[in-house]
Antibody, heavy 118, light 107 residues
Framework: EVQLVESGGGLVQPGGSLRLSCAAS????????MNWVRQAPGKGLEWVSDISGSSSTIDYADSVKGRFTISRDNAKNSLYLQMNSLRDEDTAVYYC???????????WGQGTLVTVSS | DIQMTQSPSSLSASVGDRVTITCRAS??????LAWYQQKPGKVPKLLIYAASTLQSGVPSRFSGSGSGTDFTLTISSLQPEDVATYYCQKYNSAPQTFGQGTKVEIK
């Protein structure tokens, strides 16, 4: 059974940093690209970043470029999102999702809430 | 970047009605279009990918069509459990932009 479990969310002040993790199980992690998608309270879905299985291809939304860094450790079946210079507008539930050209975002984690507030 | 525009932003229909949601891409994306359903407080669920391929386990009353820039999600007979917000998403290349969502309610 495919499982994705996010962790690392919490309350952080503007300008602060946070590192999210996503623990994957039930599939061959290294063979799949992974996405981070976020959803601000009461708002729609926003794609944040993706990373290929080998980490050779990485992309970011313009809204987070230069502040967020996606990475993965295939030996640990884990995906990460390092978030620096956080802003109020980064407040959201952050989901990790397994990507595939055949079945995009077929599996999602339960999400982790990041609140940026003073 | 390619923009994804959904319409309407919300709709109210009766049980049994046929419901259609449209998604327009600002540039052609072939058939790299997915539809998701998100019920209140829940994680998004993949309904359709490759514009018209129904994800396993999704009821057959859901269907998708289109290619290039214009896409449609149709619910052939709306059921109470279909109350949700529906999102389209392009996935041919980054950024994998979502539409703004369509909230479906029962009249």
């Amino acid at each position: 059974e495919v499982q994705l479990v996010e962790s690392g969310g919490g309350l952080v002040q503007p300008g602060g940093s946070l590192r999210l993790s996503c623990a994957a199980s039930g599939f061959s992690f290294s063979t799949y690209s992974m996405n981070w998608v976020r959803q601000a309270p009461g708002k729609g879905l926003e794609w944040v970043s993706d990373i290929s299985g080998s980490s050779s291809t990485i992309d970011y939304a313009d809204s987070v470029k230069g502040r967020f860094t996606i990475s993965r450790d295939n030996a640990k079946n884990s995906l990460y999102l390092q978030m620096n210079s956080l802003r109020d507008e980064d407040t959201a539930v952050y989901y990790c999702a397994r990507d595939s050209p055949l079945q995009p975002n077929r599996y999602w984690g339960q999400g982790t809430l990041v609140t940026v507030s003073s | 970047d390619i923009q994804m525009t959904q319409s309407p932003s919300s709709l109210s229909a009766s049980v049994g009605d046929r419901v259609t949601i449209t998604c327009r891409a600002s540039q052609g994306i072939s058939i790299y279009l997915a539809w998701y359903q998100q019920k209140p407080g829940k994680v998004p669920k993949l309904l359709i990918y490759a514009a018209s391929t129904l994800q396993s386990g999704v009821p057959s009353r859901f269907s998708g069509s289109g290619s290039g820039t214009d896409f449609t999600l149709t619910i052939s007979s709306l059921q109470p459990e279909d109350v949700a917000t529906y999102y389209c998403q392009k996935y041919n290349s980054a950024p994998q932009t979502f539409g703004q969502g369509t909230k479906v309610e029962i009249k």
